[in-house]
């Protein structure tokens, strides 16, 4: 708060006599000294913008922008209603930003690549969407990230339409030769799109010709929908979570990746978040703020 003393900035009063009608009204010389020295000193420190050493102002927050990319429920999504962004990560992601004192502010990227250049070249401070920071993928990413302590594990999943036959697995697990020669589609650059490209297309086992990459989930989806791919391929908690929504779609089985998702920062930390996310990570899965979370949108 901001005092400004009379119009004076920063001025002393010319006389320290008190006028007759004060010394009348019962007000002591001294008692008036005092006051007029008080005033003086807050004019002085309004003037210079320093009042706040007097009347310091609450507590302020670190703003983190924090990008991410919908739809992918459970983790990241937007209410069909209310057209908020809901989820696994949105709500680890504040309540990590309450704990760290942040005020969180969020960024929806509608496009996958978007969203990696921006971490990379801080147009975000961090990314949080189901980012993978293992494996083969975490390592291409190393180069242009530092990533947070894991806080989920996932597989791939192969998602058919319903009713057709022309993907088949013969066990819960999908092998490569199951799954090549058939027309694909999935999320460009995400690690659905690299065990593709590695898998089957540097193996010559799938032409480049069968497989189309979009930038974001939702085009992928309605291609299979509509009957112009036979599959598509994406995490497993994402398929479960298109198919306990949409008839017509079906998981036809999984590709065990075992990979991790943590949280994304531009290469070297360069605002040094890492070990405050993991801090807050650590405090909130010992004290069951973690697992409630999970609770709440994976079960």
Not at 57 to 63: D, K, V, Y
Not at 144 to 161: G, H, P, T
């Amino acid at each position: 708060m901001i005092i400004y003393g009379g119009g004076h900035r920063g001025g002393m009063a010319q006389s320290a006599a008190p006028p007759p009608e004060a010394v009348r009204g019962g007000v002591s010389k001294t008692l008036f000294v005092v006051t007029v020295v008080v005033v003086a000193i807050i004019a002085f420190l309004g003037g210079v913008g320093v009042s706040s050493v007097l009347f310091p102002p609450g507590p302020s927050l670190t703003t983190i922008v924090v990008g991410t990319n919908t739809p992918f429920p459970p983790f990241e999504s937007r209410n069909p209603t209310t057209l908020k962004l809901e989820g696994f990560d949105i709500d680890l992601v504040n309540e990590i930003g309450r704990r760290n004192g942040w005020n969180v502010v969020w960024r929806d990227f509608q496009d996958w690549d978007a969203l990696l250049l921006a971490i990379q070249f801080e147009g975000v401070d961090m990314g949080a969407s189901s980012i993978t920071s293992s494996g083969s993928v975490g390592a291409l990413r190393n180069a242009s990230f530092d990533f947070s302590n894991s806080y989920y594990e996932a597989d791939q999943a192969v998602m058919i339409k319903s009713g057709t036959t022309t993907v088949q697995c013969a066990t819960a697990t999908c092998t490569p030769s199951e799954l090549a020669n058939h027309t694909v589609a999935v999320q460009r650059l995400t690690s659905s799109y690299w065990w593709v490209q590695g898998e089957l297309v540097d193996t010559a086992m799938t032409p480049a010709s069968m497989v189309s990459a979009f930038g974001d989930l939702n085009s992928v989806i309605t291609e299979l929908i509509n009957g112009n791919v036979e599959w598509v391929l994406v995490d497993k908690p994402i398929a479960q979570r298109f198919t306990a929504t949409n008839p017509q779609l079906v998981i036809e089985g999984t590709i065990e990746t075992n990979e991790l998702y943590a949280y994304a920062v531009a290469d070297g930390d360069p605002q040094n978040l890492i070990p405050k996310i993991n801090s807050a990570l650590a405090l909130m899965r010992t004290d069951g703020t973690f697992q409630r979370i999970q609770d709440t949108w994976i079960g």
